[in-house]
Nanobody, 122 residues
Framework: QLQLVESGGGLVQPGGSLRLSCAGSGRTLDYYAIGWFRQAPGKEREGVQCIDSSGGTTNYVDSVKGRFTISRDNAKNTVYLQLSSLKPEDTAVYYC???????????????WGQGTQVTVSS
């Protein structure tokens, strides 16, 4: 059974940066697409970015283009989401999720982490 654990969230000022990590255990992540999703209070969960098993990336939402970057290190069985130029509207719980090989909408992901809180505030 694949398990995912997110880390790296926290409180950051507007314009700041964070790097979120999604560490896999139980199985290698080599054959999985990993997506990052977020959910703000009172809002629906939305996709942020995804990286497929070959390293191709998908951007789910225009508001993070040029500010967020997804990457993977298969040797460490970890996927990262670099958050830069953060805005208050980026405040949310960020989740990573896995599905076989290819990126897709969030309802198609099979394994989920517990989430990490990102708060952008001065």
């Amino acid at each position: 059974q694949l398990q995912l654990v997110e880390s790296g969230g926290g409180l950051v000022q507007p314009g700041g940066s964070l790097r979120l990590s999604c560490a896999g255990s139980g199985r290698t992540l080599d054959y999985y697409a990993i997506g990052w999703f977020r959910q703000a209070p009172g809002k629906e969960r939305e996709g942020v970015q995804c990286i497929d098993s070959s390293g191709g990336t998908t951007n789910y939402v225009d508001s993070v283009k040029g500010r967020f970057t997804i990457s993977r290190d298969n040797a460490k069985n970890t996927v990262y989401l670099q958050l830069s130029s953060l805005k208050p509207e980026d405040t949310a719980v960020y989740y990573c999720a896995a599905r076989s090989y290819f990126c897709a909408g969030y309802s198609h992901f099979d394994y989920w982490g517990q989430g990490t809180q990102v708060t952008v505030s001065s």
